[in-house]
């Protein structure tokens, strides 16, 4: 019987995206050798510079021409000379609310010999993920302005969430803390003092729903504040750590530079029942473009994250593995232009290890 075959759609996007998903297309391509599947890739060139050619920022029919791949791979979208927003709502968000990527995973873990600005916390401290609702609150609720330009301009941005969305979400949560089977606990990350009715109904459904379904994983609650002065503190704590799309975007931010900065920091935008779509969280970084002194290190880590995704787990592991002994061993640094390797010796040391 002939090999699995993953069929990847690769959108390297702007600024030092394509550096970056070239080195983790490597570490792709060298990491099937090695094992029973295979890697087609498909090239998409969306983004600020055929937006500004074209004035195309993301057509439905590419929607659909996604729904056909079995991921896919994103470098960054965010182009200096594009209005902010534009690219970001018309790409990045349409296709994770179009293709119901319900549920952006991101893991804060830091690896061997990255620097943590945390005193005293080392890899065994830091080792949680975010559970992030990708679908809903602030990011796709109600709004508008009236009366604009005027001493009296309204402005209303509704943070909504129905018992869908959070219970899909939580369940998720639930399930990924049975599979990591490291400390078992679930923390919800809420406002439960403040925001009353939404993260009201995020607590009811994760005590219900934890309590009836999941009862060997442990739910803590944390507010939003000191989910980040935990994340600071005593990150050990952390396991699974559930959250909507506004507190989930900011708290990863935080969590990122815990696990050694923007250059390392994956993540997944996941429809488990659909195509999801894997990114580094860090942005385009257009003053380093075509330097080749960006860290590959986050895109090549979403590779990690895609065979996992894909079940391939020896394959996944042995990715995240050799990231780790170039981490260990190799860099100098994780920042930008300090790592003792240009964007593409990293990526040939971490393909070369798996
Ligand atoms: C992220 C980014 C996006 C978000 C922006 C670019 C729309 O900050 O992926 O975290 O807010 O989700
Ligand atoms: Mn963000």
């Keep these: 019987m002939a090999s699995k075959n993953y069929k990847i759609a690769v959108i390297p996007g702007d600024g030092t995206g394509p550096e970056v998903v070239s080195e983790g297309v490597k570490v792709l391509n060298a990491v099937s050798e090695k094992y029973d599947f295979s890697f087609d890739f498909t090239y998409f060139d969306f983004g600020g510079e055929r937006y500004m050619k074209t004035g195309e920022i993301l057509p439905d029919s590419a929607i659909d021409d996604f729904k056909q791949f079995d991921a896919i ?3 960054a979208i965010g182009h200096p ?33 990255v620097e943590t600005p945390l005193k005293d916390k080392g890899p065994e401290d830091i080792d949680y993920v975010v559970v ?6 602030l990011y796709t609720g109600t709004g508008g302005i009236s009366m604009k330009n005027t001493p009296h301009e309204v402005a209303v941005q509704s943070m909504v969430y129905n018992r869908h969305q959070v219970e899909r979400c939580l369940r998720f949560a639930f399930e990924y803390a049975q599979k990591r089977n490291k400390d078992k606990t679930v923390g919800l990350c809420g406002k439960t003092n403040v925001l009353t009715y939404v993260y009201d109904l995020w607590e009811r459904a994760f005590h219900e729903i934890g309590e009836k379904d999941y009862p060997d994983i442990r739910r803590d609650y944390y507010h939003v504040d000191a989910t980040c002065m935990w994340m600071v503190k005593n990150p050990e704590w952390f396991d699974v750590l559930v959250t909507g799309n ?11 530079m815990t ?9 997944g935008n996941l429809n488990p029942e659909g195509v999801s779509m894997f990114e580094p969280i860090g942005g385009s970084a257009p003053k380093y473009t075509g330097k080749g002194i960006i860290n590959p ?3 090549i880590s979403c590779t990690s ?12 592991r042995a990715v995240e593995q050799s990231i780790m002994n170039v981490t260990g ?23 070369s290890g798996v």
């Design 73 to 75: 791979y994103l470098g």
């Design 81 to 113: 000379d594009v209005k902010p927003g534009v690219l970001e709502k018309g790409i990045l968000l349409k296709l994770r609310f179009e293709l119901d990527q319900y549920i952006n995973l991101r893991p804060v873990k830091l690896y061997p010999g």
């Design 132 to 137: 992030r609702e990708n679908s809903g609150g």
């Design 246 to 256: 506004m507190f989930g975007d900011i708290i990863t931010d935080l969590g990122a």
């Design 259 to 267: 696990q050694g900065g923007m250059g390392i920091a994956a993540g």
């Design 297 to 299: 290190l986050a895109a």
């Design 305 to 316: 994250m895609m065979l996992e995704y894909f079940d391939e787990m020896e394959a996944s």
């Design 329 to 351: 061993n190799k860099l100098k640094s994780m920042s930008v232009g300090k790592m003792g390797y240009s964007t593409s010796e990293v990526g040939d040391l971490v393909a």
